[in-house]
């Protein structure tokens, strides 16, 4: 467990967001009126697409041990989307959750899709195309391949709502589960057009209704636990970036984390057949159109391992190498992918030469496959009419230099990096201050800009090139 913070609080009102996303549980004490962070700690949760939930509940014990909410008043958490976490009666959790980045539902999502009369069906239904992340396909897959586990299940909640019910069980604050519409919009049996539940399409993949989590207003508390700890309502990962980083016009977010993620507050739902763009909700009322991949910092992680180097030396190879990588493309699928909907695929290298091959091509092809795959995404925003006026990146990956320097020309647009923080922390903290305040907006905290990259007017061509011969693999290569 790391621990950071000056400690000084002047006796002013705290607030903490809890950032329970997929590598690790990280938890932001925050200034409730300025936004101002005086705390942080972290602690790691256990590799793998399945987990017991009690290993967050051991993360979150473990990053708060030390006193980080001592003195708090308000408490939210941001957990990563769509893992199903399946209770009994007693609330006792059936089996281990399996995460948003877990494939096995794969064909549960093409049976899915095509039961309902294909994607068009299911976007006028919940915004979204089934893939294998989305809980609804883990539901269909369970009741396929676990019956007994499915037998006894009462109940289904995502990992926000869990811990959330599970701080307020600490004392006598619980009385039910609940959730947002943030997230709920991730579960594929939620509409955020509709702003309510389709139990059929629960039904239809699990072969009854089960009890589903209360979907909370932006502002409204979970509950206080006996201490008096206010425990607003939480919401997904992403939804809580988008809060953090209080956004403006223009914006669109690039988070390089386990997932690769391209989002934008937006005004209504935007509707995307190609299932690129799913239609989330955000933490504020209204939508958060989003496109993820299973692949994104950890192609880093990965390239550097195979080239025997740290971080560092990856970014200082990536950036003595050129654009293009001198041929060399790597698509990343090395987990295999999301978006495109390809859950079997592994990365592929390809244009391999005598002349080219060399650490530095390799690792700036590993920075540009991955950052090729998202420019997709943020393509699809544009395509839907989204003005991309900037970009906005955060996430681990968002620290690499060779990203940072390469991302303006692969997505046309500036690149903006916030100062470093956990996003997801601090939008959880500004949604707990929000519900403290019982205000109609939530309070206003100033981003805090860290550094600025331009497109370069000599790198437009080659990135152009970068783009077109990545996109020419994926359609060689799978078709698509
Ligand atoms: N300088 C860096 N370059 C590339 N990747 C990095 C760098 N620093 C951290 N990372 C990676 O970022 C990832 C963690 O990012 P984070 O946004 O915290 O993930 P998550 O929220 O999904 O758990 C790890 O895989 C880590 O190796
Ligand atoms: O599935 C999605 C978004 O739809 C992922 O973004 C998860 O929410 C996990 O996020 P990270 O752990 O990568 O932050």
């Known amino acids: 467990m790391e621990h950071q913070g000056d400690d000084v609080t002047d006796g002013r009102t705290l607030v903490a967001g809890v950032d329970s996303s997929t590598q690790s549980t990280k938890v932001v004490v925050c200034d409730a009126e300025t936004g101002r962070v005086v705390r942080t700690a972290r602690a790691p949760h256990p590799d793998g697409t399945e987990v017991h939930p009690d290993r967050w509940w051991d993360a979150f014990e473990q990053a708060s041990g030390s006193g980080i909410l001592d003195g708090v008043s308000a408490v939210a958490v941001g957990g990563q989307q769509h893992g199903m976490v399946t209770l009994d009666e007693d609330d006792t959790v059936v089996r281990d959750a399996l995460l948003w980045n877990d494939t096995r539902s794969a064909a549960a999502a093409r049976d899915l899709t095509a039961e309902l009369g294909g994607v068009g069906a299911w976007v006028d239904a919940v915004g979204l195309v089934p893939v294998a992340s989305f809980t609804v396909t883990k539901l269909r897959w369970l009741a396929e391949h676990e019956p007994e586990n499915a037998a006894r299940v009462a109940r289904v909640v995502l990992p926000h709502d869990w811990l959330t019910g599970r701080i307020l069980q600490q004392g006598n604050g619980f009385d039910r589960w609940s959730t947002d519409r943030g997230d709920a919009s991730g579960t594929g049996y939620w509409s955020a057009a509709d702003d309510d539940y389709r139990l059929d399409l629960l039904e239809r993949a699990f072969g009854r209704v089960i009890e589903v989590p209360e979907v909370l207003a932006p502002a409204q508390p979970a509950g206080r636990t006996e201490g008096g ?3 607003a309502a939480g919401t997904g990962d992403n939804m809580g970036a988008a809060l953090g980083l209080t956004l403006q016009p223009g914006d669109v977010v690039v988070s390089l984390g386990t997932s690769g993620t391209v989002f934008t507050p937006h ?51 990536a950036l003595k190498a050129s654009p293009g990588a001198g041929g ?14 390809l859950p079997d695929a592994s990365g592929t290298l390809s244009g391999l030469t005598r002349s080219n091959a060399s650490p530095e091509n390799f690792a700036r092809c590993a920075v540009e496959g991955m950052l090729c795959n998202l420019v997709a995404g943020v393509d699809a925003l544009r395509d839907k009419g989204v003005e991309v006026g900037r970009i906005l990146l955060i996430g681990g990956a968002a620290a690499s230099l060779a990203v940072r320097e390469i991302a303006p020309g692969l997505f046309r647009a500036p690149v903006v990096v916030p100062a470093p923080a956990e996003y997801v922390g601090v939008g959880a903290a500004r949604q ?3 519900a403290l305040s019982g205000e109609q907006d939530p309070p206003t905290w100033a981003l805090e800009i860290d550094s600025e990259y331009a497109v370069r007017p000599g790198d437009e061509q080659a990135h152009a090139d970068v783009v077109a011969r990545y996109q020419d693999l994926v359609a060689r290569m799978h078709g698509v």
């Not at 993820?292 to 192609?299: E, H, I, P, Q, S």
């Not at 060399?328 to 909907?341: K, V």
């Open 229 to 231: 700890l206010l425990v």
């Open 267 to 317: 005004d209504s739902a935007i509707r995307d057949e190609t299932g690129a763009i799913a239609g989330f909700a955000d933490a504020t009322g209204h939508h958060l159109p989003l496109m993820c991949t299973l692949n994104a910092a950890r192609v880093l992680t990965a390239a550097a391992s195979m080239l025997g180097v740290d971080l560092t030396e990856l970014d200082r190879l």
């Open 328 to 341: 060399l493309s790597l698509l990343p699928y090395l987990d295999g992918e999301r978006t495109p909907d």
């Open 432 to 434: 707990a201050a929000w």
